[in-house]
């Protein structure tokens, strides 16, 4: 079975490997050429460039580009059933007394296209219609030369156990999000003694840092490449006011990621106000400093950017008696490294050395690079914003989706790396499962802890005192 070999060295520094096309002149057969790099094209001549024939293959860096970026013209299932006809009417595969010779040369390359898309984007072939023509074309091929039974029944296979992971993963996440619920039940009974918390669970900043590297890297290891796409989808203006993509997501895999970087400052936010003496909150501050720092050295940038972002949530803020009894250096040092300013400018040097280090690696502990994701979705979204999909004369931009493939590829490198440290259940379990504050929860935990400043203060916890607590 042909193997698809990894994307570290597809793309090169410049965007894309720029020598690979096997191009032809400036401007042939709806493509458009300019220094031997494929600038646009008509969407018909951009699918005809993805079919193999008996002389010609395309380009791995192709082929993921387009795979990618056609969705935002039409649906998976529709290119897949554009793909298996020309295949099948170019090389004549439906014709009866098929020549053997004919289809061994050519049949090792369709395979390879089809274990290509099945490998990239697993997540298309959720659609029955998707299956369906993969299945057509597959027979087609078996039909004309058993020998390529085996390899198809692999690829198959191959397929069916990833779209069975991710099912088992979807199932996993929906019964963590069932079983953690809001905790405004403790604040009504606070008894300290009987109260986990995130110290008592683990008492390691560098363990915990660990452990949360496990939960990114799981979390960002099922996110396909198409959602990055899916997420800005609208409506193609050469295409009858049909949405192109809207009602064929099949995964929320990236939505999962955010909300888990949403959970981890609340959770952060949440063991700070907890604890009732001022010194077990300093600690706690202290010990999520070293929790961060930590997950900086790993290379774990989004961790570590929910739990300065716990940190800096106002009920956090605000408690001045306790901020008073913390060693700040090393937390303003943190600040310092992800200060938006200049466009995150400091962040971004620090993610480029990490992504340095991951291609000279010689341990999976130095290939972990784990992304600020939102800041990752927010620059591909302003790359898909900046430049239009269509060129005026109708031609697909396929210039902007060589930028829109080179950013996803780099992050489809980082997500396939395996976590190296040890597991430790009890610890991820608490992580994933303990019931974290709202917004109004942190607030009152937070007056209750340092009482109100001011009288806009104060009318907000007699607010959130009787709402919450059923106590004037």
Same mark, same amino acid.
């Given at each position: 079975?042909?193997?698809?070999?990894?994307?570290?060295?597809?793309?090169?520094?410049?965007?894309?490997?720029?020598?690979?096309?096997?191009?032809?002149? !400036?401007?042939?057969?709806?493509?458009?050429?300019?220094?031997?790099?494929?600038?646009?094209?008509?969407?018909?001549?951009?699918?005809?460039?993805?079919?193999?024939?008996?002389?010609?293959?395309?380009?791995?860096?192709?082929?993921?580009?387009?795979?990618?970026?056609?969705?935002?013209?039409?649906?998976?299932?529709?290119?897949?059933?554009?793909?298996?006809?020309?295949?099948?009417?170019?090389?004549?595969?439906?014709?009866?007394?098929?020549?053997?010779?004919?289809? &061994?040369?050519?049949?090792?390359?369709?395979?390879?296209?089809?274990?290509?898309?099945?490998?990239?984007?697993?997540?298309?072939?959720? !659609?029955?219609?998707?299956?369906?023509? @993969?299945?057509?074309?597959?027979?087609?091929?078996?039909?004309?030369?058993?020998?390529?039974?085996?390899?198809?029944?692999?690829?198959?296979?191959?397929?069916?156990?990833?779209?069975?992971?991710?099912?088992?993963?979807?199932?996993?996440? %929906?019964?963590?999000? %069932?079983? $953690?619920?809001?905790?405004?039940?403790? @604040?009504?009974?606070?008894?300290?003694?009987? /109260?986990?918390?995130?110290?008592?669970?683990?008492?390691?900043?560098?363990?915990? *840092?660990?452990?949360?590297?496990?939960?990114?890297?799981?979390?960002?290891?099922?996110?396909?490449?198409?959602?990055?796409?899916?997420?800005?989808? /609208?409506?193609?203006?050469?295409?009858?006011?049909?949405?192109?993509?809207?009602? /064929?997501?099949?995964?929320?895999?990236?939505?999962?990621?955010?909300?888990?970087?949403?959970?981890?400052?609340?959770?952060?936010?949440?063991?700070?106000?907890?604890?009732?003496?001022?010194?077990?909150?300093?600690?706690?501050?202290?010990?999520?400093?070293?929790?961060?720092?930590?997950?900086?050295?790993?290379?774990?940038?989004?961790?570590?950017?929910?739990?300065?972002?716990?940190?800096?949530?106002?009920?956090?803020?605000?408690?001045?008696?306790?901020?008073?009894?913390?060693?700040?250096?090393?937390?303003?040092?943190?600040?310092?490294?992800?200060?938006? $300013?200049?466009?995150?400018?400091?962040?971004?040097? %620090?993610?480029?050395?990490?992504?340095? &280090?991951?291609?000279?690696?010689?341990?999976?502990?130095?290939?972990?690079?784990?992304?600020?994701?939102?800041? @990752?979705?927010?620059?591909?979204?302003?790359?898909?914003?900046?430049?239009?999909?269509?060129?005026?004369?109708?031609?697909?931009?396929?210039?902007?989706?060589?930028?829109?493939?080179?950013?996803?590829?780099?992050?489809?490198?980082?997500? /396939?790396?395996?976590?190296?440290?040890?597991? !430790?259940?009890?610890?991820?379990?608490?992580?994933?499962?303990?019931?974290?504050?709202?917004?109004? *929860?942190?607030?009152?935990?937070?007056?209750?802890?340092?009482?109100?400043?001011?009288?806009?203060?104060?009318?907000?916890?007699?607010?959130?005192?009787? *709402?919450?607590?059923?106590?004037?």
């Amino acid at each position: 079975m042909p193997q698809t070999p990894p994307f570290a060295a597809v793309f090169d520094s410049s965007g894309y490997n720029r020598n690979l096309y096997q191009s032809k002149e !400036d401007n042939c057969g709806g493509l458009y050429y300019h220094e031997n790099n494929l600038l646009s094209g008509s969407l018909e001549a951009l699918i005809q460039h993805l079919v193999p024939n008996v002389d010609y293959y395309p380009d791995r860096t192709y082929i993921f580009t387009f795979l990618l970026s056609s969705r935002l013209f039409m649906h998976p299932y529709e290119l897949m059933a554009k793909v298996c006809h020309l295949c099948i009417e170019q090389q004549r595969l439906s014709e009866p007394g098929l020549d053997k010779n004919r289809v &061994r040369k050519i049949a090792p390359k369709i395979l390879q296209l089809l274990t290509e898309w099945t490998e990239t984007f697993p997540y298309d072939f959720r !659609d029955e219609r998707m299956m369906r023509n @993969l299945k057509e074309l597959a027979q087609r091929i078996a039909s004309g030369d058993e020998m390529y039974w085996k390899n198809i029944q692999q690829l198959l296979q191959n397929l069916i156990r990833k779209l069975a992971t991710v099912s088992q993963y979807e199932e996993v996440l %929906a019964k963590i999000n %069932a079983t $953690s619920t809001d905790c405004l039940t403790v @604040l009504k009974t606070k008894p300290q003694s009987i /109260q986990r918390d995130i110290i008592t669970v683990c008492n390691d900043p560098y363990v915990l *840092a660990q452990q949360l590297t496990h939960i990114e890297l799981e979390r960002l290891n099922y996110i396909g490449p198409e959602e990055f796409v899916q997420a800005f989808v /609208q409506k193609d203006p050469f295409d009858n006011d049909k949405s192109c993509y809207r009602d /064929q997501k099949k995964t929320r895999n990236l939505e999962a990621y955010v909300e888990w970087f949403n959970r981890l400052s609340y959770l952060v936010a949440t063991e700070i106000c907890m604890p009732v003496k001022k010194k077990h909150r300093a600690r706690v501050i202290e010990y999520f400093i070293d929790v961060a720092r930590e997950c900086f050295n790993i290379g774990n940038f989004n961790s570590l950017m929910a739990i300065i972002s716990g940190m800096n949530m106002s009920p956090v803020s605000r408690l001045k008696k306790t901020w008073a009894k913390v060693k700040t250096a090393k937390f303003y040092i943190l600040e310092h490294q992800m200060d938006p $300013s200049s466009n995150f400018y400091n962040y971004r040097t %620090a993610l480029r050395g990490a992504a340095q &280090r991951s291609l000279t690696a010689h341990s999976n502990r130095e290939k972990i690079v784990i992304p600020f994701f939102s800041l @990752l979705i927010k620059d591909i979204y302003f790359l898909n914003e900046g430049c239009a999909n269509r060129l005026p004369n109708g031609h697909v931009n396929f210039e902007k989706f060589w930028e829109l493939a080179k950013q996803v590829s780099e992050f489809m490198m980082w997500k /396939q790396v395996e976590c190296p440290f040890e597991r !430790d259940r009890k610890i991820l379990q608490y992580l994933l499962t303990v019931p974290v504050f709202s917004d109004d *929860a942190l607030y009152l935990a937070s007056y209750e802890s340092e009482g109100p400043e001011n009288h806009i203060e104060k009318d907000r916890w007699k607010t959130l005192r009787s *709402a919450l607590l059923g106590r004037v």
